[in-house]
């Protein structure tokens, strides 16, 4: 069974600051994994993702996240807060066995002080 | 318009209603979805479709119904509205990157 596990629903920064979302996971077969940004009364957008080929993936906006295998995390990161980046992040682990399915974390809430 | 589209986007409507929430896609992905968001759950998974015809539950189905017989259109369907079933209701689909593209929501009130 799949699961993911976003430490922290709110994380706050001052603007210019070092941005790192936690996101672990667990997959019982080598995973797809995704962050996704929503803006207030949007939908979710593709960050970035991962598909088994380089392990320091890097997205849209400046963002960038590592696969760590032996930590099974997928941690989103980057290196200077904008305030435009104050949104909601959610962490996702897909995989295409016993039917497609995509699981969600509960979200991280990005506070950006000025 | 190229994408997905959800309507309506805000739906009024009163408990015991019957309600059909629209989802089209112009890239015709074989996989959509739908979710609904609550505070405190997430996105949570309702339904979903691998290709027309083809459709299997998903974590929270009960009170739902989705029909697909056009691969562009995915509908959702409350056969009869509760105060439960207030949400943010989100159609996706998924191409061959496995990502999702969402559309912009429904905002459904039921009172």
């Known amino acids: 069974a799949q699961s993911v596990t976003q430490l922290g629903s709110h994380v706050s920064v001052s603007e210019g600051a070092l941005v790192l979302l936690r996101c672990n996971y667990s997959s019982s077969v080598p995973p797809y994994l995704f962050w996704y940004v929503q803006y207030p009364n949007q939908g979710l957008q593709l960050l970035l993702k991962?598909?088994?080929?380089?392990?320091l993936v890097k997205g849209i906006n400046g963002f960038e996240a590592e696969f760590k295998k032996s930590e099974t995390s997928f941690h989103l990161t980057k290196p200077s807060a904008h305030m435009s980046d104050a949104a909601e992040y959610f962490c996702?682990?897909?995989?295409?066995?016993?039917?497609?399915?995509?699981?969600f974390g509960a979200g991280t809430r990005l506070f950006v002080k000025a | 318009d190229a994408g997905i589209t959800q309507s309506p986007r805000y739906k009024i409507t009163e408990t015991g209603r019957q309600v059909t929430l629209m989802c089209h896609q112009t890239?015709?992905?074989?996989?959509m979805f739908w979710y609904r968001q609550d505070l405190g759950h997430g996105l949570r998974l309702i339904y979903y479709?691998?290709?027309?015809?083809?459709?299997d539950k998903g974590e929270v189905p009960d009170g739902y119904v989705v029909s697909r017989s056009k691969t562009e259109n995915f509908p959702l369907t409350l056969e009869s509205a509760t105060r439960s079933q207030t949400s943010v209701y989100f159609c996706?689909?998924?191409?061959?990157?496995?990502?999702?593209?969402f559309g912009p929501g429904t905002r459904l009130t039921v009172l």
């Open positions: 991962y598909t088994s080929a380089a392990t």
């Open positions: 996702a682990v897909t995989s295409n066995t016993g039917g497609f399915k995509t699981i």
């Open positions: 890239w015709s992905h074989s996989y």
């Open positions: 479709s691998a290709a027309a015809d083809i459709t």
């Open positions: 996706a689909s998924t191409g061959q990157g496995w990502e999702q593209f």
